[in-house]
């Protein structure tokens, strides 16, 4: 009776030693997926229209990847932010489309209870500013680089209102959002903004995503000028936990070093 009674007490210590292995096993394999491209984004990804997802970067900080026909390209996923503090958003770049950017306003407004009172573009192109036309319409302030107004004032296309030559920061409630223009690259007037208390960095479409194999458009594009450029954010910016591109999945400072090594040397 008593070997029986051991035998039982082994069995449980046994049985309650695998169960806390597989734990740690469970716990290992969890921060290793974390780590994994894109796992720790698929998590908190939703979709609010056919053609746009959101995905929750933290309390304050949404991506958003809208998907649109561009000329010669085809349908394509852009990146764009939004940021939210105490019932008021900015953003930064909008959807392709004005009937896209007014879906993304109004879910804004409904699901994040926020006003939109500021936008920023990233340059001129319509994956950037395509819906000012809407944003206009609603009473919403934007801002963008002066050669980014120049540009759309002589295209024909709707002008952001204020414009800024070098930086330009702004203010979010208790956040502080810095606009730089750093010099020439995937178009002469791309900026950058640099959200501090979010370690976010929004490059836009002069850095790729880890997976890029090219530059992608480079139509109006300063192939002289871009690796400067990019040499000039990984020098400023080396405390950026993230790292948006204009297009595919975000990273971090491994995007800004992977674009620097697809330009000239």
Not at 128 to 150: E, V
Not at 184 to 207: K, Q, R, T, Y
Not at 217 to 243: G, M, Q, Y
Request: aromatic letters at 8%; a positive charge; charged letters at 20%.
């Amino acid at each position: 009776m008593i070997q029986h009674e051991r035998d039982y007490q082994k069995i449980v210590i046994l049985v309650s030693l695998n169960d806390q292995l597989m734990k740690i096993k469970l716990a290992t394999l969890l921060i290793i997926l974390f780590q994994l491209p894109g796992f720790a984004q698929s998590i908190n990804k939703f979709k609010i229209s056919a053609d746009i997802e959101l995905i929750k970067l933290s309390e304050k900080a949404y991506l958003y990847v809208s998907t649109a026909i561009i000329e010669d390209f085809g349908k394509v996923p852009s990146n764009g932010l939004i940021l939210v503090d105490n019932k008021k958003a900015f953003l930064f770049d909008t959807p392709v489309t004005n009937a896209q950017t007014e879906t993304l306003v109004k879910w804004i407004k409904k699901s994040l209870h926020a006003k939109i009172i500021g936008f920023v573009p990233n340059h001129w192109h319509s994956d950037c500013m395509g819906g000012l036309k809407y944003l206009h319409s609603k009473g919403i302030k934007s801002y963008a680089n002066q050669m980014t107004i120049d540009i759309a004032k002589e295209k024909g296309l709707p002008v952001p209102k204020q414009g800024f030559k070098d930086s330009l920061s702004l203010k979010l409630h208790n956040m502080d959002i810095h606009c730089y223009y750093l010099g020439a690259g995937h178009s002469a007037d791309n900026i950058v903004v640099w959200i501090p208390s979010e370690e976010i960095l929004f490059s836009g479409c002069m850095v790729k995503d880890i997976y890029a194999t090219g530059l992608g458009n480079l139509s109006d594009a300063n192939i002289e000028e871009w690796p400067k450029t990019i040499d000039k954010i990984l020098n400023k910016f080396s405390s950026a936990k993230i790292v948006i591109p204009g297009h595919g999945e975000i990273g971090g400072m491994e995007l800004i070093r992977h674009t620097r090594e697809l330009l000239p040397r």
